[in-house]
Each structure stands twice: as C-alpha cells, then as structure tokens.
C-alpha cells in the first residue's frame, strides 16, 4: 500500500538552503513529496492522510555515500578481493542494509568485486532487500603497474575479483564495453596511485591523455558515468580536462587544477574520501607502520593538503561530497557518518554545511533531474527522522539509535542497524501481546475476511 502520511511538529532541515524551519510539516503521497514547509502553509488535506506527531524530532533529507564499496568485506586494504564471491554477496547484502540504516539512501560505487554491485542494485530496485539507490559499478578499470593492479606477476593468471587491467586505448574501449554488457551504471578508473603501493604512488599517472579520453568517450557514449581515483594536481587536471563525473581524494591541487574544477563545476563532483587517510594514522602501528615512518609522514602531508584543497575548492563553488573508502578494517561498514565529522571539524565546515554536502549536492551527483537531496514538493520522498540535533552535535548521526526512522521513496523502515531487525521485531510484538489474568498470552485474533 502506498504511504498517504502528514508528519506534523518536525524541526524541518529542507536543504534548499541552511535554514530550518522550526514548525514544519512533510506531506508523502506514495513515493512523493507533496508539500514540505511551515506547517501553517498547509491548505485543506483529505481525509484518507495518515497524521503523525513527531514530537519535535528533526527531519532532513536522506544523505547520498558518494564513494560507496558496498562489496567490500572490512578486509585489509591488500585483501580487498580474498572474500570468496559467494561470501562476500552475503556480506554484501547486509552491508546495504546498514548503509540505509544509518541514514544514506543513495550510493554512487566507486568499485566492486566481482559483479556483486550490479545484482546487488537489482535486488534493492525490485524490493528484494533493504538498501540505498545505488548507482552500481564493476571491477576498477587500471593499467599495468597502476593501483588496480594488485598481484605480482607470479600469481597470474589474476583472480577476476577486482582489477580490470587495460592497456592502450582499443582495450579501455574493451574494458569499457564489457562493464557494459555487465550493466554498470559506474565506470571506475585509477589515474594515479596511493602512498601505500611500491610500484603506483600518487603523481605518477598511470594512465595515458589517449586512454583516458578513450574511456570516457566510450563510457559517455553508452550512458554510463565515470568516476576517478586522483589524488595529485596532474590526475585531477586529466579527469576534468577528458570529462569525468566523479573525481575521487583530489588531495593535491595546483592553481591549475583548481581553475579547471572551477569552470568545470556545473557538471563534476569531488569527493575528498578522507576516512581512508585519518583511519590510517590513527590505526597505523596496528598496520606495521611506525609512526615515525616516511609512510606516515607522507600521509600527514597529504591530510594537510587535503585540508586546504576542500578551503579553495569550496571558495570556488565546487561541489565537495560526503563519503570515501568505507569496508575496511580501519573504517567498517556503518560508519559513514564520520565523514560529517571530518567535514566539520577537519575541513572547518558549519554543521548545515556538511549536511548540505550530503544531502543537496549528493542527491544532484545521483540524480541529474533534480529529484533527490531536497525536501521540496514533487520530489523522491527519502528523508530521515532524527531524535536530536545535527546542526547542534554533528555526531548524533553517527549514533544509528538517533535515527528513528528511515523513508526511502516513501517506504519507511526502522531498526535496519540490528543485525536481526525481524526477530527484534517479532520479539517486541510478542512482547506487546495483551495477557491473560492467569499471566498468559492471548490467542492471536483471526483476520476478518
């Protein structure tokens, strides 16, 4: 049945700016918005709308994990495709729901094992299992000797787990067309490395200009997006100048790059995906990196940089997006939230700021018809019902009790963080089951008709 639900005393963030609306009410008609505002703006309803006091509770649009490994199994970062697949779609699965239960209701991938994300994002659409809208992706897309590739040569022939290597433009066409045939909606490439690779490390480009523009072009033709791991000003200055949607860290900019993200800001997004980089030096002894290490020292440099790329890419009116890098050991799945703390305290953005990161500009990354993100009338209806105040203690919506309820075009969900949300319900509603004098439980009643 389709909801027909009037949400009434909401403290109502709309994201259309920072403000919120102290009295607000949200009007759901099936998988749409039809009105979100000053509860005193409301015009007659009928009477068939379903009314629910909120007691206060603040409502906000559902955010978007914009560097989503939904695939990825809390490994090590060198044992990203040692899951065996059949494991790893049950983790898979559960990892959507978590995602959802924390408060993000789209995804945008930024690579999977296997196929997972794109049976994964089948099931979610036709109501098999709880999850984000999902903008699936594939195996990531690299050259020899790029991040993708992650074994050495003595151990060809490579499991098919998660890189895709690809040499010369013809074979990016190749490797373009077959995530095609496995129905990507996300094509992920890696133009520089990471700090932690012997043979890859960032600022080398493992790419050529040809390849690149023979990706995108290839990808664009068959209405797929592309998304990019650069962390330099060389990678970053490649994916704008060859189209990428999605450029990944950016941790290095020059003026150059800054002033092509900036005339290029309409249609990309930046997703900084810092988690990987602070988890990292807080958790690197555990790893067998001494904190006087080069290593370290590196990725201390590169947490400052980043710092100051998001500064100038903000000033600059790039869209900036919540999410990186979660599924690892050091950052789990369902901790996604801490990205708005990082926003807020690292990047020294206002709570409304960050939200606004995560909520408008995520939805428009997702969607370009304008249909997610906002609270507005005529939108999806995904949005989340906070006990609390975000713009107060960022940190509440790293706490998923916080979350009372979660809407998900217009279909509402509660408990998707226990790992059993059915037998916790059905425990409670056994609960609540009336008692005889005698202390037992009455008989269920029979369905009338």
């Known amino acids: 049945m389709n909801p027909n639900l009037l949400f009434t005393n909401a403290r109502l963030f709309t994201a259309v700016d920072d403000e919120v609306i102290a009295d607000g009410a949200i009007w759901v008609e099936g998988n749409t918005i039809r009105f979100a505002g000053p509860a005193g703006d409301l015009g007659e309803l009928p009477d068939a709308v379903q009314r629910v006091n909120l007691g206060g509770q603040f409502v906000m649009p559902g955010m978007t994990e914009s560097h989503a490994h939904l695939s990825y199994t809390n490994n090590g970062p060198s044992e990203l495709d040692k899951t065996p697949v059949e494991d790893a779609m049950v983790q898979t699965v559960r990892n959507a729901r978590v995602m959802l239960g924390a408060g993000f209701t789209s995804a945008i991938s930024f690579g999977s094992v296997h196929r997972i994300d794109v049976y994964l994002r089948d099931a979610i659409n036709s109501d098999q299992i709880p999850g984000p809208r999902l903008m699936a992706s594939g195996r990531d897309v690299g050259a020899t000797a790029s991040n993708a590739d992650l074994h050495p040569d003595y151990a060809k022939p490579q499991m098919e787990g998660l890189g895709m290597l690809a040499d010369g433009?013809?074979?990016?066409?190749?490797?373009?067309?077959?995530?095609?045939?496995?129905?990507?909606?996300?094509?992920?490439?890696?133009?520089?490395?990471?700090?932690?690779?012997?043979?890859?490390?960032?600022?080398?480009?493992?790419?050529?200009?040809?390849?690149?523009?023979?990706?995108?072009?290839?990808?664009?033709?068959?209405?797929?997006?592309?998304?990019?791991?650069?962390?330099?000003?060389?990678?970053?200055?490649?994916?704008?100048?060859?189209?990428?949607?999605?450029?990944?860290?950016?941790?290095?900019i020059d003026d150059e790059a800054l002033d092509l993200l900036r005339k290029n800001r309409d249609r990309l997004f930046v997703g900084p995906a810092i988690a990987w980089e602070m988890k990292f030096l807080e958790n690197c002894t555990q790893m067998g990196y001494a904190r006087t290490s080069p290593v370290v020292k590196e990725y201390e440099q590169e947490v400052e940089a980043t710092v100051a790329a998001?500064?100038?890419?903000?000033?600059?009116?790039?869209?900036?997006?919540?999410?990186?890098?979660?599924?690892l050991n050091i950052t789990p799945h369902g901790t996604y939230a801490k990205d708005l703390e990082y926003f807020v305290d690292l990047f020294n953005l206002s709570p409304a700021e960050a939200l606004l990161c995560a909520t408008r500009d995520g939805g428009a990354a997702v969607d370009a018809d304008g249909m997610l993100g906002t609270l507005e009338a005529g939108k999806y209806a995904d949005l989340l019902i906070v006990d609390g105040d975000p713009l107060a203690d960022i940190r509440i919506l790293q706490d998923q009790s916080r979350i009372t309820a979660v809407m998900k075009d217009g279909k509402l969900y509660r408990d998707l963080n226990d790992d059993n949300p059915y037998l916790a319900r059905s425990a409670d509603f056994l609960e609540a089951r009336p008692a005889t004098p005698g202390g037992q439980h009455e008989p269920y009643a029979e369905s009338a008709g």
């Not at 050529?208 to 060389?234: F, G, L």
């Not at 998001?310 to 599924?327: E, N, P, Q």
């Open 310 to 327: 998001v500064a100038r890419m903000k000033a600059a009116g790039v869209r900036v997006l919540i999410g990186g890098d979660y599924g």
């Open 169 to 252: 433009p013809w074979a990016v066409r190749k490797a373009v067309r077959t995530l095609r045939k496995n129905r990507v909606d996300v094509i992920k490439l890696f133009l520089d490395g990471e700090r932690l690779s012997a043979h890859a490390p960032p600022g080398e480009l493992t790419y050529t200009d040809e390849e690149v523009a023979a990706a995108v072009q290839e990808a664009h033709n068959r209405n797929m997006k592309v998304a990019c791991h650069a962390r330099s000003a060389a990678a970053v200055k490649q994916a704008v100048r060859f189209g990428v949607d999605y450029i990944g860290h950016a941790n290095f």
